[in-house]
């Protein structure tokens, strides 16, 4: 399929129509079905936008630069009209009345969404198994993960149904699964995107994310979107135009010296797969090739990262997930004459996957009193020491590498009964979170089983630029 890009051109010259474009991409979803990738398909709305678009470029109007490039939603952003689950029988029939910001603005640009697409739970896991509709298959060999949390848009635009398509990344979950089906996935600075009309999970760390299967594609979505919004407050305005991919030198630092590339070591590389390993070598070596300087540094205080991150996000989480009472949202369950806190225990019991509820459970145990210095505060400390320890190294280094996640998809099951060490894989990720830090994951040929690897280059806060540059040198 073609990118995002060449399709936008056709559809806005004339050449091409965004009918078409629509239709192949609904077709393609329909012949992997198996995947389990999308929750629900939305063809008449999506055929609806296309005509719209066409009949703008036939009365000489511009329908933007995304004109008639179908995408997939990771199912926790909000569309209006069209159900929103989060991947969680609790939210079923949940019709939101408003558009998450992204999602519009994506739409204002002209792009097409077909569907939206399966997760975990709230974004609660690494394999997009957590999922009340069933798990995602990996593209390449169906009895793999596709990771997780944004399973479905990763395996939606590996597969070639859409060139781009939106996830949410609180701790990995858009990088980790583009690593594992080999496609692009970028986290950008925390406020950079919206959060408005985003189901919250850990809002000091959700992030919205870009799939794509290059840089100038992902920069064309992130452009779109890009900017301060009145509903977020954490957003900032930072100029658009910087998200756009320089054609400049990306070999280059900032002054015009050498790029100083810092490849991060910690004890977790003892748990890094051989083939990772070697994929990452060859990254470095590529960088080296072209002029970029890359040095080990030693990040200890990333040992601590995934233990903060798990007491942080479940404190979070558990606060943010109390509004699923069944008054507002969620399928009620109780008899006539049940009290309020009858329903909610009953419906929660009910609608509620067994991961959600253990991290609630977490959650709730971390902040209550007698426990909230011994772990949240400890948490909220290390959190601040890590994001002082990556500012230290940006002091030194432009970019930061490491593997994207410490192995290929792992086997379907293989984790799900084991939630630790399904936790741990997350340990090269949820550092950018952690620190608010943009990160990319850039296709780095395959590893074990020939099943693709990711690497991950770390920037400084707004340097989704560089990062974008670099990834594209390295495609
Ligand atoms: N795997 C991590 C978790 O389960 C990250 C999920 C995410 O980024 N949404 O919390």
Same mark, same amino acid.
């Given at each position: 399929?073609?990118?995002?890009?060449?399709?936008?051109?056709?559809?806005?010259?004339?050449?091409?129509?965004?009918? %078409?474009?629509?239709? /192949? #991409?609904?077709?393609?979803?329909?012949?992997?079905?198996?995947?389990?990738?999308?929750?629900?398909?939305?063809? &008449?709305?999506?055929?609806?936008?296309? %005509?719209?678009?066409?009949?703008?470029?036939?009365?000489?109007? @511009?329908?933007?630069?995304?004109?008639?490039? =179908?995408?997939?939603?990771?199912?926790?952003?909000?569309?209006?009209?069209?159900?929103?689950?989060?991947?969680?029988?609790?939210?079923?029939?949940?019709? =939101?009345?408003?558009?998450?910001?992204?999602?519009?603005?994506?739409?204002?640009?002209?792009?097409?969404?077909?569907?939206?697409?399966?997760?975990?739970?709230? *974004?609660?896991?690494?394999?997009?198994?957590?999922?009340?509709?069933?798990?995602?298959?990996?593209?390449?060999?169906?009895?793999?993960?596709?990771?997780?949390?944004?399973?479905?848009?990763?395996?939606?635009?590996?597969?070639?149904?859409?060139?781009?398509?939106? *996830?949410? @990344?609180?701790?990995?979950?858009?990088?980790? =699964?583009?690593?594992?089906?080999?496609?692009?996935?970028?986290?950008?600075?925390?406020?950079?995107?919206?959060?408005?009309?985003?189901?919250?999970?850990?809002?000091?760390?959700?992030?919205?994310?870009?799939?794509?299967?290059?840089?100038? %594609?992902?920069?064309?979505?992130?452009?779109?979107?890009?900017?301060?919004?009145?509903?977020?407050?954490?957003?900032?305005?930072?100029?658009?135009?910087?998200?756009?991919?320089? %054609?400049?030198?990306?070999?280059?630092?900032?002054?015009?010296?050498?790029?100083?590339?810092?490849?991060?070591?910690?004890?977790? *590389? &003892?748990?890094?797969?051989?083939?990772?390993?070697? $994929?990452?070598?060859?990254?470095? $070596?590529?960088?080296?090739?072209?002029?970029?300087?890359?040095?080990?540094?030693?990040?200890?205080?990333?040992?601590?990262?995934? #233990?903060?991150?798990?007491?942080?996000?479940?404190? &979070?989480?558990?606060?943010?997930?109390?509004?699923?009472?069944?008054?507002?949202?969620? +399928?009620?369950?109780?008899?006539?004459?049940?009290?309020?806190?009858?329903?909610?225990?009953?419906?929660?019991?009910?609608?509620?996957?067994?991961?959600?509820?253990?991290?609630?459970?977490?959650?709730?145990?971390?902040?209550?009193?007698?426990?909230?210095? /011994?772990?949240?505060?400890?948490?909220?400390?290390?959190?601040?020491?890590?994001? &002082?320890?990556?500012?230290?190294?940006?002091?030194?280094?432009?970019?930061?590498?490491?593997?994207?996640?410490?192995?290929?998809?792992?086997? +379907?099951?293989?984790?799900?009964?084991? =939630?630790?060490?399904?936790?741990?894989? @997350?340990?090269?990720?949820?550092?950018?979170?952690?620190?608010?830090?943009?990160?990319?994951?850039?296709?780095? *040929?395959?590893?074990?089983?020939?099943?693709?690897?990711?690497?991950?280059?770390?920037?400084?806060?707004?340097?989704?630029?560089?990062?974008?540059?670099?990834?594209?040198?390295?495609?």
């Amino acid at each position: 399929m073609a990118s995002a890009r060449a399709l936008a051109q056709g559809v806005r010259s004339g050449r091409t129509r965004a009918r %078409d474009a629509v239709d /192949a #991409a609904l077709a393609a979803a329909e012949r992997h079905a198996g995947l389990n990738a999308f929750v629900v398909l939305t063809p &008449e709305r999506a055929r609806a936008h296309a %005509d719209r678009i066409d009949a703008q470029v036939a009365a000489g109007a @511009d329908p933007g630069p995304l004109a008639g490039v =179908p995408v997939a939603l990771k199912d926790n952003l909000c569309t209006r009209g069209v159900a929103t689950t989060a991947g969680s029988a609790f939210l079923r029939g949940y019709v =939101p009345p408003y558009d998450a910001t992204v999602v519009a603005r994506l739409e204002a640009a002209g792009a097409v969404v077909i569907g939206k697409t399966n997760l975990d739970e709230f *974004g609660m896991g690494s394999s997009t198994e957590n999922s009340a509709f069933g798990p995602v298959h990996h593209p390449l060999d169906p009895d793999r993960v596709a990771g997780g949390s944004s399973g479905g848009s990763a395996a939606a635009v590996a597969a070639g149904i859409v060139p781009l398509a939106l *996830g949410t @990344d609180t701790g990995g979950s858009v990088r980790q =699964p583009a690593a594992f089906c080999g496609v692009l996935g970028v986290k950008p600075t925390y406020g950079r995107l919206s959060r408005h009309g985003v189901i919250a999970y850990v809002s000091s760390l959700d992030q919205v994310g870009v799939f794509a299967r290059d840089a100038d %594609d992902a920069a064309l979505a992130l452009r779109a979107m890009a900017g301060a919004d009145p509903f977020d407050a954490t957003t900032v305005d930072r100029d658009a135009v910087e998200v756009l991919v320089p %054609d400049g030198e990306p070999w280059l630092g900032p002054d015009g010296a050498p790029l100083r590339v810092g490849r991060v070591t910690t004890s977790w *590389g &003892e748990g890094v797969a051989p083939g990772v390993r070697a $994929a990452l070598d060859a990254v470095a $070596a590529r960088l080296e090739a072209a002029g970029a300087e890359v040095a080990d540094v030693p990040l200890p205080l990333a040992d601590a990262a995934v #233990a903060a991150y798990y007491v942080i996000a479940t404190a &979070e989480a558990s606060s943010n997930l109390a509004r699923y009472d069944a008054t507002l949202y969620g +399928q009620r369950v109780g008899a006539p004459g049940d009290g309020f806190e009858a329903v909610a225990r009953t419906s929660r019991a009910a609608g509620l996957g067994p991961e959600v509820q253990r991290r609630v459970l977490m959650g709730a145990f971390a902040l209550s009193a007698g426990h909230v210095d /011994a772990y949240y505060a400890r948490a909220a400390r290390v959190r601040r020491r890590i994001a &002082e320890a990556l500012a230290a190294a940006f002091e030194r280094f432009d970019v930061l590498l490491t593997p994207t996640a410490p192995t290929v998809a792992w086997r +379907q099951e293989e984790r799900l009964h084991d =939630p630790l060490s399904m936790y741990v894989a @997350d340990v090269t990720t949820c550092l950018a979170n952690l620190a608010g830090l943009p990160a990319v994951s850039v296709p780095a *040929g395959t590893a074990e089983e020939g099943l693709p690897a990711g690497a991950q280059l770390i920037g400084p806060a707004w340097s989704e630029a560089r990062l974008l540059a670099i990834a594209r040198a390295l495609s």
